[in-house]
């Protein structure tokens, strides 16, 4: 079957970040994507409050730094209107299992932190709806096609497609058809952890069992003076109070609760929230947004199967400390999104979207880890509030916050990539050229890149064929004076570097990356 006989080349299931950032890859890419989505707006609901820095690449290179920039500022002015928080400092690291980093303690000579360019500065105490609505315009200006209030109700996948029901009750129907139906070459679930993309196409889902009941919430609050600000460990938990007026997360060790879909009540986090602070004199009198959540930790052992794919958490579960699933999921987004468009294109061979597991799993199990060990610190026993002084007296150190917050930001990300230059596999440094740009800026049109700071024309004839999808650029570049090479991969990481002129290995990196190049006329 050709593309021309699908009504898309991907259907996405879910307008969150994650599939607004795939949806707009796959645009920019070339596939015909549509983004189904139930709700109607974006979900107001606190989830995570921030953006990493691998975040913050990814999205600078796409032209839209400025406005991250721009919502962490706006971020950072609502902080500064809650008693207690004093002025916000400009460079937000995190936490871990609730244990605070000082910025002042960071030492930030690590050269991946210089290679992040720009992007390193921003702020980034960035709410997820403000990144969904950053999305959303960034989806509205490249003309990505999104249904909301459009529910999928199912799909029968087959080797040719997938045919993606969906709920013709709601609007959700064929406009060539009429029927509630759509044929696409592919289906990628961005669905959320409850995934129904997930779940009726079978994926294997191994994991931990959940062991917590946790609530984060904007709530209306009284009595609540002798809470504090920030995390708190107790005898019965662990609650936070901030760092914006109303907001409330608490946690307790009693096991998931008995249905995490009833709606959450204001006397139930009244009374989890006196329970962990011991704080009886607390009141919440109205329920702004809630959500209840568990330390379920599970990943697929596939993020696909045959033409159904997932990314994000569709793809992966974890408890929710310190805003690891956005982050995570967004990396799952910008590593697929030029994939599977170079596929549906019918540019590269099927086998290309085999790296997207080989990839992106070993980076999810690293974080379910990360989220298992803050679980296994916020403990109320005695051994976990021994072993939380000990990892908090290393976390005050210098070394200690610099390897925390380097782990937190994704600076050090990389893929086990062909080829023995130490660029290989790594997130590409944003290089300073000679012509007055950066590396960064020459990635918003989501095309590979090839650098030739050397002027050689021996390695540009070995590109030869791929004007279609690589853009070459030639400038020298300063800070690293010895590199005669470097060819980066839409999603920006590295997939050949050479300190050598020449080219030698770039038509393999290329042909493995971008499929065949097209023949001389």
């Given at each position: 079957?050709?593309?021309?006989?699908?009504?898309?080349?991907?259907?996405?299931?879910?307008?969150?970040p994650v599939g607004l950032f795939l949806a707009c890859e796959l645009r920019l890419g070339g596939a015909r994507a549509?983004?189904?989505?139930r709700r109607t707006e974006v979900d107001e609901t606190v989830r995570a409050g921030s953006v990493n820095i691998a975040?913050?690449?990814?999205?600078?290179?796409?032209?839209?730094?400025?406005?991250?920039?721009?919502?962490?500022?706006?971020?950072?002015?609502?902080?500064?209107?809650?008693?207690?928080?004093?002025?916000?400092?400009?460079?937000?690291?995190?936490?871990?299992?609730?244990?605070?980093?000082?910025?002042?303690?960071?030492?930030?000579?690590?050269?991946?932190w210089a290679d992040a360019g720009p992007a390193a500065g921003v702020g980034l105490a960035v709410p997820q709806a403000?990144?969904?609505?950053?999305?959303?315009?960034?989806?509205?200006?490249?003309?990505?096609?999104?249904?909301?209030?459009?529910?999928?109700?199912?799909?029968?996948?087959?080797?040719?497609?997938?045919?993606?029901?969906?709920?013709?009750?709601?609007?959700?129907?064929?406009?060539?058809?009429?029927?509630?139906?759509?044929?696409?070459?592919?289906?990628?679930?961005?669905?959320?952890?409850?995934?129904?993309?997930?779940?009726?196409?079978?994926?294997?889902?191994?994991?931990?069992?959940?062991?917590?009941?946790?609530?984060?919430?904007?709530?209306?609050?009284?009595?609540?003076?002798?809470?504090?600000?920030?995390?708190?460990?107790?005898?019965?938990?662990?609650?936070?109070?901030?760092?914006?007026?109303?907001?409330?997360?608490?946690?307790?060790?009693?096991?998931?609760?008995?249905?995490?879909?009833?709606?959450?009540?204001?006397?139930?986090?009244?009374?989890?929230?006196?329970?962990?602070?011991?704080?009886?004199?607390?009141?919440?009198?109205?329920?702004?947004?809630?959500?209840?959540?568990?330390?379920?930790?599970?990943?697929?052992?596939?993020?696909?199967?045959?033409?159904?794919?997932?990314?994000?958490?569709?793809?992966?579960?974890?408890?929710?400390?310190?805003?690891?699933?956005?982050?995570?999921?967004?990396?799952?987004?910008?590593?697929?999104?030029?994939?599977?468009?170079?596929?549906?294109?019918?540019?590269?061979?099927?086998?290309?979207?085999?790296?997207?597991?080989?990839?992106?799993?070993?980076?999810?199990?690293?974080?379910?880890?990360?989220?298992?060990?803050?679980?296994?610190?916020?403990?109320?026993?005695?051994?976990?509030?021994?072993?939380?002084?000990?990892?908090?007296?290393?976390?005050?150190?210098?070394?200690?916050?610099?390897?925390?917050?380097?782990?937190?930001?994704?600076?050090?990300?990389?893929?086990?990539?062909?080829?023995?230059?130490?660029?290989?596999?790594?997130?590409?440094?944003?290089?300073?050229?000679?012509?007055?740009?950066?590396?960064?800026?020459?990635?918003?049109?989501?095309?590979?890149?090839?650098?030739?700071?050397?002027?050689?024309?021996?390695?540009?004839?070995?590109?030869?064929?791929?004007?279609?999808?690589?853009?070459?650029?030639?400038?020298?570049?300063?800070?690293?004076?010895?590199?005669?090479?470097?060819?980066?991969?839409?999603?920006?990481?590295?997939?050949?570097?050479?300190?050598?002129?020449?080219?030698?290995?770039?038509?393999?990196?290329?042909?493995?990356?971008?499929?065949?190049?097209?023949?001389?006329?």
């Amino acid at each position: 079957m050709t593309t021309t006989e699908y009504d898309y080349d991907v259907v996405v299931a879910g307008a969150g970040p994650v599939g607004l950032f795939l949806a707009c890859e796959l645009r920019l890419g070339g596939a015909r994507a549509l983004v189904v989505e139930r709700r109607t707006e974006v979900d107001e609901t606190v989830r995570a409050g921030s953006v990493n820095i691998a975040t913050a690449i990814a999205l600078y290179r796409r032209g839209l730094l400025p406005e991250l920039a721009a919502a962490g500022e706006a971020s950072r002015a609502r902080l500064r209107a809650f008693p207690g928080t004093g002025r916000p400092r400009p460079k937000f690291l995190g936490h871990f299992a609730g244990i605070m980093l000082d910025p002042d303690l960071f030492d930030g000579s690590d050269p991946a932190w210089a290679d992040a360019g720009p992007a390193a500065g921003v702020g980034l105490a960035v709410p997820q709806a403000e990144l969904e609505r950053l999305l959303g315009r960034w989806a509205a200006r490249l003309g990505v096609e999104i249904r909301r209030g459009v529910e999928l109700t199912g799909f029968d996948a087959d080797a040719d497609g997938v045919t993606v029901h969906i709920d013709a009750a709601t609007g959700g129907v064929n406009a060539h058809t009429g029927a509630g139906s759509l044929r696409a070459g592919r289906l990628v679930g961005c669905d959320g952890g409850r995934s129904t993309v997930r779940k009726s196409a079978g994926f294997d889902f191994p994991g931990t069992a959940p062991e917590i009941t946790g609530y984060q919430a904007v709530v209306r609050l009284s009595g609540a003076e002798r809470l504090g600000t920030g995390w708190r460990t107790t005898d019965a938990g662990t609650y936070v109070h901030g760092p914006f007026p109303g907001r409330v997360l608490t946690v307790e060790f009693d096991g998931p609760p008995a249905d995490r879909s009833a709606p959450v009540t204001a006397g139930e986090l009244e009374a989890s929230l006196r329970r962990v602070s011991g704080v009886p004199e607390v009141r919440v009198s109205e329920v702004i947004t809630a959500t209840r959540f568990t330390d379920n930790a599970r990943q697929v052992t596939d993020y696909r199967k045959g033409r159904v794919l997932l990314a994000g958490d569709a793809a992966h579960v974890h408890a929710p400390f310190g805003g690891q699933g956005l982050n995570l999921g967004i990396g799952d987004a910008l590593n697929l999104g030029w994939k599977l468009a170079a596929v549906a294109r019918g540019r590269a061979p099927e086998s290309l979207l085999d790296t997207y597991t080989a990839e992106r799993h070993p980076v999810g199990a690293r974080v379910l880890d990360w989220t298992r060990a803050q679980i296994a610190l916020m403990r109320p026993d005695r051994h976990a509030r021994a072993l939380r002084r000990v990892v908090t007296d290393l976390a005050l150190t210098t070394a200690g916050t610099t390897y925390l917050a380097t782990r937190i930001s994704g600076v050090r990300q990389r893929y086990d990539l062909p080829g023995g230059h130490p660029l290989t596999g790594v997130c590409a440094p944003d290089l300073r050229l000679a012509d007055g740009t950066r590396l960064g800026e020459r990635l918003h049109t989501g095309r590979a890149l090839l650098l030739d700071p050397a002027d050689d024309a021996a390695l540009r004839a070995r590109a030869g064929g791929y004007g279609d999808r690589l853009d070459v650029v030639t400038a020298a570049c300063p800070d690293r004076p010895g590199l005669r090479g470097l060819f980066v991969r839409p999603d920006g990481f590295v997939a050949w570097a050479s300190d050598r002129a020449g080219g030698e290995g770039l038509p393999e990196a290329l042909e493995r990356w971008l499929g065949s190049p097209l023949a001389a006329a």
